[in-house]
DNA sequence: CTAGAATCGTTTGATATCAAAGCATCAGAT
DNA sequence: ATCTGATGCTTTGATATCAAACGATTCTAG
């Protein structure tokens, strides 16, 4: 994004914490990204797997509800997951529009490896920062992910969301 | 990424950080594509015209290298915004293998219009969190998005950076 | 029962993003 | 002068991401 730029130093603190957080975010990420593709796993198909994992089989439609992706965009990571033989497709009888996704065997043999593996290399990443500095950094970006939402429905969601944050 | 994880607090406080920071950055970013949208850009092509605007034209090369994206990949944004009319390629004649980036005058007239309501809007999605907020926010994620740096390294960075960091 | 609306997944078209391969050009060594 | 290695850009192949259109299936109203 804007590598120079002038305004107010109201602006420039704006701009610069934008700034750094999607580069962190995108140097981070990049890391993880990294450590997929050693497994021959993109971050979209990981998605899937793991939301397989511990939601268990689901629809297309509801793994992307779930993975706020598009319909188009499902079918073609199924479709790459199914080719290496990691997901099945299931037809419902009940309603032939639906297509349940499984893990196979050895979907679910990889995910169940390859997500601590996962999970220990975030929390290597996320160490560079202390304890507290994670607390404020989780707290900092909820209120920021929020951006969108009403006042009165912002106080509702946030008591709702403590008490199942801890998941 | 998790929907689910189990583990020990130290590994649910990191996941807990890193997914809240992935969200949020995707959240605002989400928003801030759609602004781009509006005018016609998309977010790489915005990136390419904004770096033309401030740092002057410049060969794919290097604004590959200053925004982060492969040679492959600047051809097509570049691509997309010659048909547009935005931007015009200039072979040099001291090496001819070398393209240099020129906005044309529609296309400074677009990006000069758009990178301030740009601007504006970042500033409006950051306003979600105080002063003080924002520079803890850019904090956190300038020590974040070093990672994989060195330690005395970074101590170096870190100082050069600052005197700098104003731009 | 039938027609129209809604839903699910796929296809299509556009853009992105990467790595690797390919071609033209340049620089340096012999 | 010639050859080899390096450089800049393009092309190719694979995957992603979206919106819109499409076809099959299901639901609902008349």
Redesign the pocket.
Known sequence: MPTHFEGSAETKRALSAFINLARATNSVQARLTVQLEGEGL????FGVMEALLHLGPM???TLGEKL???????????D?LEKHGLVR?ERQT???????IHLTPKGLRLIKRVFPEHAKMILKEMSQLGPNEQEDLRRLCRKLGRGGKSGSEKTKREKRHDSSESQ
Chains 1, 2 share one sequence.
Do not use: F, K, P, W
């Open positions: 993109t971050v979209g198909q629809s297309q439609c706020l992706r598009s319909g188009g965009n499902i079918t073609l990571v199924i790459n497709r009940e309603d032939r529009r639906t297509i349940v």
